[in-house]
């Protein structure tokens, strides 16, 4: 047992700090005059592409592809640290090292899943930040917590597939550049309840693909992710070749694809309560109430203290999972990344929370980035599986040890 | 001891859910569209104007204000379930029956302390709904919370005052329709602690007054509020006569707004979280997971039995407090002020916050009223005094009682 | 609605302080030393029987027996402040006042179910404080939440009935002065569901009745209850008219027993949760740590604002379910009743909780009364039902207004 | 990064649960029988000396002890899962390794700041478990949680100390086998802060020494750690070469002692936590209520879910605190140390509080050892020092990173 990074990691780790402060945190006041100039809330500021230049110059780029042939090769563990750093700056750090999603599950599916055909069409200008891409799974009327209601049609006819149905929260869609659609849908409706699903490659500018609107999270557009869209699919007809794998593949490539998109998502909320707190402990310095600092005040130093607390063993957690899924596979992971899916995000709501009080009115407002995060915080309470559904499963293993 | 509303307030209970059923819940969805139709997010939606109208053909018009020559007479007691029903449609009700903040405070503030020519030219205007008003009293550089610490300068000059400060979170001035402006500020600073401080009246289009920007909450303009606007005063120059009361009345004329601002806030807020139980009972009946609806699993009727329980304890403090200031007034009730102000945002948020678990994606985005009742609970643990100043001098009391 | 006590119950009020403070608490070491001294701990310390002849002699005497033939005569609404006063020291002044459990479920079992013959021979030595009185319904096999689970036989045999069955904490019967207890049991096992059981009058020296041994609640005996009792019924014959009421009327006369049961129960938790948050301030007053009172220090303070602002919300709806059990009836407050019992051990729960942490060490020894009153109030959580059943039935009965 | 055990933990781990299985699980009915018997609730029940012979047979042996020469050598970290495992039965398990507090940090005391006359006086046996010891730091009347507030005098007379003074809380002192108290006082109350301070070696039956009473933690003896006693000591007369090191060196001991003390208390409570989480599961499955089991009911499996969720987190910072004390020293993991004795007593309370709940009244009472592993994790939340002393220190320092 061992808890020190390793050497590329620790090396990576001074890399990545020293690009978001010398590059990223500079360009977050930049970005959001630009999006205000833009009146499009779902716009692509310049400043992005600055920033992704220089992240690509400096070989910060696709960090979070562990094929080799693809990204960085790196291990969910040396990852795991440097998604963290980019939690800190969640709208504009993970896009400028293209390591943001919906993008990188995509990406990750294609590298699996995709044809060569598929991988040269679509994952090379992903890879290289040319366009962004959309996964187009969850649907209005169902629970998607369960992936067997999906109710969207793909059909097959001659050398083509029809597809039929509406998706919402299909995330990235919103973005100008995004190109690409992954769509889940039921290639056949009778087979065994985890066969019907497949997946297939709609591109967005397709016949019968109408972007209907962007859903907003507690007033925000999400625009880092490439918003989340509410999109029609009828009678909607792409090659036969643009489906990924084999028919009835989908359930299982859902499957693969959410374990790291999962944890990827944690990683980034312990850099998003790290900012928090930081945050907290520089406004606590500087403001003065009733007569005192608010960091000689008890109760922001309780605030501060169980942070702290609860961050590390938060961190603890969400690197022994990746520690797992590099050692036993994602299966072999499957109670850790519930359990991280489960604790990150409600800790790192908390910790926000108390930086956001401690700021008072600029806490809520567009002056700190803190109600944005807390905003993102609360969605991955319920976004990829409700806390609830994971609590229930998880309690269920537990069960099974003791029957 | 009694615990029955009174024959009035029944019946007035009565009038305004029908209100409420016949024109303002299906309103909402109407308003939805026509703010997302105009684009500015603080344009005031057609339909506001007919639901005002609907509402004082019946009698539904000024119920907050307790002096019988400009509003219904009722007490606090009785004005509190019925500010409670407005709460729940807080971004169509209030403003219907001409019961929203911060006019309410600001038509308080002049009935009670403003001359005559005042009361004429704004108080009647602004009890007939025609125009809006804002209130001017947060700075941004300093901790507002201690109202002592404002900058503004309010500087005599002959028959005229000079006012020059920066102003922020002043609720109401983004209305397209608002017309005046109370703002507090410095006339002495030389004198005692809490005579240093006036009011004054600046119409919005006094030259020298600068709106800068809307500040946003978690995302949303509070366009119902009129916005929260970031104003520069630059040499604005007023008569000498649209001062408020006497020079260095300023510290006591807000005091004696906030006491009532602070209850309806929190009356409407029970009103928010009842509608939200509502939306999540609504939502767990319908909602199949996994095979059974919501309404069956343990932890959804947890929070349902959980939600009920809080919201009955808030409502009835709410309610003792009404009485308080009813029978021994604003100041005798001070601790209690203090109290619902400590447990009610917090109560709100809490049964919010299930509800939009229980609607998964939906209810974090604009398809249900939830993120954005949410957002309001949130503010209002750190509006008007965060909740660690009023816990700090309500306990200062308690120890008291005990040395 | 009106929130003030009426002119009896203040005067009540005022008395029992007065008792309380010239008697009871200085009488609360006295009985701690006498229990050490004893060895036993369920000996009756000759403290109580002083503390019973003065209260008697001052009229403060079966206060909670609403029929005047028998008690005060007082409402429910009247009693409330009272017993929540006796709470302050639970282990003297309810049973002072001949007013603790289970002797009052069982007087008013007596009282309102018993026959003249029953009352005479166990009810008037009750309400004379002569003898205690054990109830006997949970068993240790089943889950007694569920009153048809219950396993004890009740079989008529000639004018007799031979009762055979395991009780465990029947409470009261560990007390040397318990002369009688009353039974719960099955007669007519093939009856409806809730016509199976009755209540039998046993009088403890009866042969076949064998005490066990006492449960234990955190290590505490609860001799002030009486203690908790393991008892062995093994072919204990009783004559056929020591049956309460008519056959198959037992599960109707439990619930009878448990609404005010169970509210008299929230009503002392409030007021040991006020002499809870009193022992908070007078320590926080006196307590130096680091060179300052803890009377200074932030957290602290936010202890006693929150634990005040959670008492006075429980009380109100404390009272609230006592008016509307005057108003409506019992079952009339069936919802208010549950919520109290889910609210009010909680709360308590937590002020305590607090005031221990204040007093450090001292707070979990027998030198404060906080760590017996927290094992109280943590019974609670679970005892009459827990928690989790109560919010079960609350949220169906929610959730069936909107279906 | 490594998150895997060593082959020596391993082994050991394996050694100790058949340990576990074989002789302690099946003792603890046995010891509950034989202290019931025993009348005296600090008597040393007979079952624990055969299985300290079992224990020391099979080599599982003074494992806390880092120094080879004295113990097991093993790292911190080695040493953590093991007392883990030995928190499962805190009442026999930590005493039948010979690793039970307060002996052990007494031992690594005497390991390390002992001469060898006092080592062979008095580590030896204790070493051979034939006797035990207590720790007499804390006095009634000061806030011990600053070490300066110590009042006990150690005056120095000729080739003796005198003592004179009053402790409380010194664990270990009821215990009949106890034979050393390691007492501290002040030598030299001129001498700067942390140089007034001296320990020293006090025979138990050294005249002038009178054990007044145990105190009581929630209405248990605590016999398992010898108890805490209140001790008076009058003229106490030593020779002078039982001081521990030189004079003034008692404050920099206590430190020394407290680091590790800390963690093996954390590393029990993990364990405590896993038997309450497995007793919570067991029952979760076997117990049935409103007809179905409650494994099967959804709140049951959210405590299931958040149990093991929050021990996985807890136990992963314990283990790193454990990895950086082993690497950077006790210093160097200051912060740590704090962080796990914040994190890891409360965790473990809620945990067992959730098993309690669902084992209704046995829960609570003598028939199950949740209500007093409850008690000991309570505790900890002050003792050491309480959360709140940790929380401002940890506060301080992470304030210190950003100013």
Redesign the interface.
């Known amino acids: ?6 050497a590329r990691t620790e090396q990576l780790r001074v890399e990545l700090t020293d690009f978001l402060e010398q590059h990223v945190y500079p360009a977050e006041p930049v970005h959001a005059a630009q999006v205000a100039a833009a009146g499009d809330p779902w716009a692509r500021p310049a400043v992005l592409a600055e920033l992704k230049a220089e992240a690509r110059r400096r070989g910060l780029w696709n960090l979070f592809l562990p094929d080799p042939r693809h990204g960085a090769g790196l291990t969910n ?1 040396q990852y795991a640290p440097l998604a963290e750093l980019t939690g800190r700056s969640p709208h504009l750090a993970p896009e400028a090292l293209n390591c943001a999603a919906p993008d990188t599950g995509n990406m990750e599916l294609l590298a699996e899943f995709g044809s060569p055909a598929q991988q040269e069409r679509w994952l090379t200008p992903l890879l290289a930040g040319e366009i962004r891409s959309a996964f187009c799974m ?1 649907e ?1 009327d169902v ?4 992936a067997t209601n999906i109710a969207t049609s793909i059909r097959r006819d001659g050398d083509h597939y029809v597809i039929d149905g509406r998706k ?2 299909s995330s990235g869609a919103m973005d100008p550049a995004c190109a690409i659609l992954i769509v889940m849908g039921k290639t056949d409706p009778s087979a065994d309840r985890h066969r019907q699903q497949s997946m297939i490659l709609v591109p967005r500018d397709t016949p019968g693909v109408t972007v209907r609107r962007g ?6 557009s999400d625009a880092s992710h490439g918003g ?1 869209a509410e999109i029609d699919f009828e009678g909607v007809r792409v090659p036969a070749e643009n489906l990924v794998g084999a028919e009835g593949t989908g359930f299982a490539i859902a499957q693969a694809r959410l374990g790291p998109g999962r944890i990827h998502h944690c990683m980034r909320l312990i850099g998003a309560a790290e900012r928090a ?2 945050l907290l ?2 406004r ?2 500087e ?4 007569g005192r600092p608010l ?1 000689e ?10 942070a ?2 609860r961050i ?3 961190r ?2 969400v ?2 999972t990746a ?2 899924m590099d050692t036993v596979g994602n299966k072999g992971a499957h ?2 990344i519930q ?1 991280i899916k ?2 990150t995000p409600a800790m790192a709501e908390w910790v926000i929370d108390k930086a ?2 401690a700021y ?8 700190t980035p803190l ?2 995060l ?2 993102q915080a ?2 991955l ?3 990829d599986g ?7 499963s ?3 293993r ?2 099974r ?3």
């Open positions: 047992m061992d808890f020190a990074y390793d563990l969850t209005p629970a998607s917590s369960d919402w929260w859903m907003r999270v507690f007033g925000y989340h707190l930081e402990c520089r606590a310095a403001r003065v109430a009733f960091a005040q008890g109760v922001v130093r309780e605030w501060i203290a169980e702290r607390v590390e063993q938060a603890l957690l690197l022994k520690w797992l109670t850790e359990a489960i604790a956001i009080q008072g009115a600029a806490g809520v407002s567009q002056d109600a944005q807390w905003a609360r969605t309470r319920l976004a409700p806390d609830e559904v994971h609590r229930n998880l309690a269920k537990e069960l040890r003791w029957a």
